[in-house]
């Protein structure tokens, strides 16, 4: 098996579902000739042509929107937005057309797009190249949100957005594009969306996470591990809607959650989260339901102190399952 | 004799089969309002004045290929695309067994895809982009499609015009925008929407035809959405076609118009409703008889009233039910 | 003191504050000459002319952001977003740039800007026109929204919106305009903004709500209270940022909490109470922490037996409340 | 000897003011690539071949009491409206004393509220409802001001450019919108991004005046945004004015233009650098020997090396910093 990059599985992904399925094709800024500005479609417009690697004018409400509408004349649109941040634009096709169209046409019409957009920080993009934007759809029945932490995961997931059948975002982290390796099969696989992964078998505590955090919280249990503390690490994988079942039973077991978002913390997926164990977990926990987040600023800054100072890494996440652990 | 719909390449049969969609679209919506006035169904948004554009364009496609992506005023052009009367009442009432979204949403949000009416929300102008990716992926399928999207002239104000339009212009799409032009947005007239004397100016900066055309005319509608089809059609990319009419009626049922227009401008407007002038062309051509006139009228009052009657007995959907299709079902069947 | 209804309140705060500050205005759809379709607006085009209520063209987004960029040069727009369901075209100009323009200015510029808008549903008003949108900007440091829920709140909380040195979305909820009604100053006066209210003292229970569902939660509570069942009703007031010490306060004193929403339950601004207590409260708890919301399907349908199934009421909450007194 | 800028108002001062500005803001920005390509700073984004725009524009407002909205490409603007290069190198360096941000935002994104230049983002074409909004203030409070608001070509494919200006033009506000249409946006050529041959053929559908003019003649541009100054000043209503132009850098310092575009396309449009066409004509004009020209490049050279070493040495904001201005704090301390 191949070791590959984070982004090279978007690639490899994005090149097996359009060899398999004529009808999926490719849109955005820049993903043509360019090949994206990160290079996730790198390639695919010498090998598909310009007709199923579209570089569209800079406009991302039509970028959805005529996503949305090729997708109702049954193709498969994947399409780009060069950074989470920019997905603004396309918000009222987002949440009012894409998550709605086969709820509101019982089930007449529906809407298999994906929206792939790089997010997070940590790579100096100041407020607007830095943001993890999911908490603002995490609240729109219709949608599903994937967020992966792996190569393999990306290539499994990609994959099963693609052939989902209604709208999928997909929020990959920018950061991890290149620092993050793995192992990925040449073959076809698909992971299945709205399951969360345990990451790490553990009886101490559980650290519930996705993206980059993932990495982060692998690396300090391994250290913890060392000390006799054994964590469980829980990678969500889809981030709306939630894998209660998993949540539910890895809060159950250990009785002492520690959630990590790189997100502003009021407001964030985790709060979900958390609000869901507190449903149905009450009585097993051992220690109050710990949030690990970024501060509540709107985005992270460019100079590199402040963005030190908000952005998520070891050794926060370390002192809070250590912490957590010692409670 | 009348002969201006030969010349735009219309048969008589055509013409007849124009003119009674028009009537059909017209009664229904007048009996609509006495429902809703009568307490029967909560709401109506009407099409009056505007039958002549929505049907003049309808003709002028392929009815059993292109879509259309309807606003909510289209009642002339859904009907003309094969959604029944009884189809529509169903909607209005709001039933189970309405085909355009089962009761969920309000009248007027149409859509029914085995005839290809692309399902329409409430925000205004953001099916302007679908209809350009329905016509992208015709392009790429090498379908000779065309798309058809209406909006008001305020809707044209809206950033998914601008975005929509554009990139029908870069890609040259088959894809007909056609603004119905009642001259108020709600309350708002139209100098306070726009700043150019027709929204068709805006063509122009897209690369692509625009058109200002006499919306009470639906031969001149015909005409001028039949060739712009055909250009599409054959490579030409997208037009920009303006019509121009008048809102008979208030904006919906919840609204009161007499605190943004006087009595005299509406009946004023009303010397110029189509359907008297279609209706005066029609005679002349000799296609009408005041006989077959009256025996129209009265088929079009029982289909309506069989229809209001169907509906009004039909069953909601179940209350439960409003937590299904959320997402594909089969699949979380498979996954279960 | 003049009992007047809640859409009244709202008339009567817009007025004061454009007879006080020549500097407020008025933007949106159909606000000028036909006083909104609500008719929130009602008589200030003929009082202040339309240089000062200004119907615009049907653009959300330009609304937003000509309000901001009136803001910047000294202005306090007052925007009306026709339905709550219509800000998401806008959403970008709040969220890019509303909330963050003090901060990306290190203080430099700010943007004093009150964004209106009527949500929420029972009025069939089906998928479009019934939507709390309150969770997709309740995750964005930089801004305030405001849901009040009595006329007297409305007036105090529209003013000290208006007054406020940053932007706030002001959410009214349209069921109550007509049919809530209360005592209100003819005077001069502001409320806190991001301080929630406790509507009614209680020690066994608390049930924590804004908008619509306060007036739910004080029926039941009277109707529970001649049962010996004594309940704290929290009208949160503000929904972020959010006043977390009195949520711990009242959380911790009765030690059994129900979140009530009108939201989908999925992400709401509930799962962050939520969290909140859990984070703070655990030991205190006596139960599972309960959320009673919208069932998470897209909106609310317009046929009525759908809406209702989907629409909060006095009897689910009463059950609710009731079923958590006896946990 | 050249008298062109007489013809249009210019003084010989004014010229020379122009020029001089036009250089400072290309070694400028020539010696942020150096430092960037040292790993001295991070990021640089250009404004490389279009400061004869920039600077045309800026000369022709009030530069007291006008306000302007530039994007990330306006650094001979910036300058024109008195942001110093000690100021937009400590930018560059993100230092706490950076009056943009304070090191919050990367380089290019500007706002300086005592020279009015108004804070911009990175999601494009935010800025221009933003300008819309300071015209409608100025036009309440019956003052004599401009706005005046830049973008991309690329950009103005946005919908906010379309809701902006439509909204300018229904209002008839005093505000200017110039596009600086430098033929790519990142790698999508023009014709990729706008179908009509002019982003200023846009302007007749918001009932404006629309003018495309050589973006590499400082003096056309003055004079064309001065008279729609004016016009706007006297509430004659805004203009769209389209500056040709051409990017002379990669698109930021973390782009590679090989990809997309030619090395000689670049050689050639460097041909027609605005910097060397000028310094002709401030020279033809007798303003400008090659004495003080040296001078002059001394006195840059000398100004820039100094701002450098300032910001270079100057602290970052503290980490705990990130913390502040996320609301009014006064009023936080009010309250508590
Ligand atoms: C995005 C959005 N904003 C506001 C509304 C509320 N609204 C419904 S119809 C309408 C006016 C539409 O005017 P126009 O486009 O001219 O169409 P007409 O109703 O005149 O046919 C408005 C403001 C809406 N539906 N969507
Ligand atoms: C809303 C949004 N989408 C995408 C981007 C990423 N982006 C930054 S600059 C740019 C190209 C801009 O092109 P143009 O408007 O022509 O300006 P130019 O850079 O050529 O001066 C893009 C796509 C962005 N900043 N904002
Ligand atoms: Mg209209
Ligand atoms: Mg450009």
Not at chain 1, 193 to 209: H, L, N
Not at chain 1, 286 to 299: E, F
Not at chain 1, 312 to 322: F, S, T, Y
Request: with cysteine.
């Amino acid at each position: 098996m191949a070791v590959i990059s984070y982004i090279e599985a978007v690639t490899m992904a994005l090149r097996e579902e359009m060899e398999r399925d004529p009808h999926v094709f490719i849109l955005g800024e820049d993903v043509g000739k360019k090949g994206g500005v990160f290079k996730a479609t790198d390639g695919l417009y010498a090998q598909f042509g310009e007709d199923r690697v579209l570089d569209t004018p800079l406009a991302e409400s039509a970028i959805a929107g005529v996503a949305i509408g090729a997708s109702m004349a049954g193709k498969r649109p994947v399409a780009e937005m060069q950074f989470a941040d920019f997905i603004m634009p396309a918000v009222n096709q987002i949440i009012s057309e894409a998550a709605r169209i086969r709820y509101r046409s019982n089930n007449d019409w529906h809407c298999p797009i994906v929206i792939r957009a790089p997010y997070g920080g940590g790579i100096h993009g100041a407020l607007y190249h830095s943001q993890s934007v999911e908490a603002i759809f995490a609240n729109q029945p219709g949608l599903k949100i994937v967020m992966p932490s792996t190569p393999y995961d990306v290539k499994g997931l990609l994959k099963a957005a693609i052939r989902d059948e209604d709208p999928v975002l997909f929020f990959e982290h920018k950061k991890a594009y290149r620092s993050i390796k793995g192992e990925v099969p040449e073959d076809d696989y698909v992971l299945p969306i709205g399951k969360a992964d345990v990451k790490r078998k553990g009886e101490d505590i559980t650290v519930i996470t996705y993206g980059l955090c993932v990495h982060f919280a692998l690396q300090a249990a391994g250290k913890l591990a060392q000390e006799g503390i054994d964590t469980e690490v829980v990678d969500l994988r889809t981030v709306y809607p939630l894998d209660k079942e998993t949540i539910i039973e890895s809060a159950s077991k250990t009785g002492k959650v520690l959630l990590i978002t790189e997100d502003n913390k009021e407001g964030s997926v985790m709060s979900e989260v958390s609000a869901i164990i507190a449903e149905h977990c009450l009585f097993d926990l051992d220690a109050p339901i710990k949030r690990l987040a970024g501060p509540d600023v709107p985005a992270m800054p460019y100079a590199l102190p402040m963005e030190k100072y908000f952005m998520m890494n070891p050794e926060k996440v370390e002192k809070a399952m250590r912490d957590l652990a010692e409670f | 004799m009348e002969q201006k719909h030969k010349e735009a390449g219309l048969t008589d049969e055509d013409v007849v089969n124009m003119y009674e969609t028009m009537l059909l679209a017209r009664r229904l919506d007048e009996r609509m309002w006495l429902l809703n006035r009568s307490g029967k169904i909560p709401f109506v948004v009407s099409g009056q004045g505007q039958e002549a554009a929505q049907i003049g364009a309808a003709f002028a496609l392929n009815r059993d290929q292109d879509y259309i992506l309807p606003y909510y005023r289209d009642f002339g052009m859904v009907l003309a695309f094969g959604m029944t009367v009884k189809e529509l009442m169903l909607a209005s009432f709001a039933k189970a067994e309405d085909p355009n979204s089962g009761g969920r949403q309000m009248p007027g949000h149409f859509g029914q895809r085995k005839n290809r009416i692309v399902t329409g929300s409430s925000p205004v102008t953001t099916q302007v982009p679908h209809a350009v990716g329905i016509a992208l992926a015709a392009k790429m399928d090498k379908k000779p499609i065309v798309s058809l999207v209406t909006f008001g002239e305020g809707s044209s104000n809206q950033g998914d015009f601008h975005e929509g339009a554009n990139f029908a212009g870069v890609h040259k799409l088959p894809v007909l925008f056609l603004c119905e032009n009642n001259q108020y947005a709600i309350s708002v007239p139209l100098n306070k929407q726009i700043a150019s004397p027709h929204v068709s100016d805006r063509a122009a900066g897209y690369g692509m035809p625009g058109y200002t055309i006499d919306g009470n005319d639906p031969i001149a509608v015909y005409q001028c959405v039949k060739e712009a089809a055909d250009r599409a059609r054959e490579g030409g990319g997208p037009a920009l076609i303006e019509t121009l009419v008048y809102r008979l009626t208030p904006h919906t049922s919840d609204d009161d118009d007499r605190s943004y227009r006087t009595a005299e401008e509406v009946k004023e407007a009303r010397t110029r409703d189509p359907l008297d002038s279609f209706r005066l062309y029609v005679k002349g051509a000799g296609l009408l008889t005041d006989e077959r006139e009256k025996q129209l009228e009265t088929e079009i009052a029982d289909m309506i009233n069989e229809a209001t009657e169907y509906a009004e007995q039909a069953p909601y959907a179940s209350p439960e039910s409003a937590l299904q299709f959320v997402y594909n079902e089969a699949a979380e069947e498979e996954n279960a």
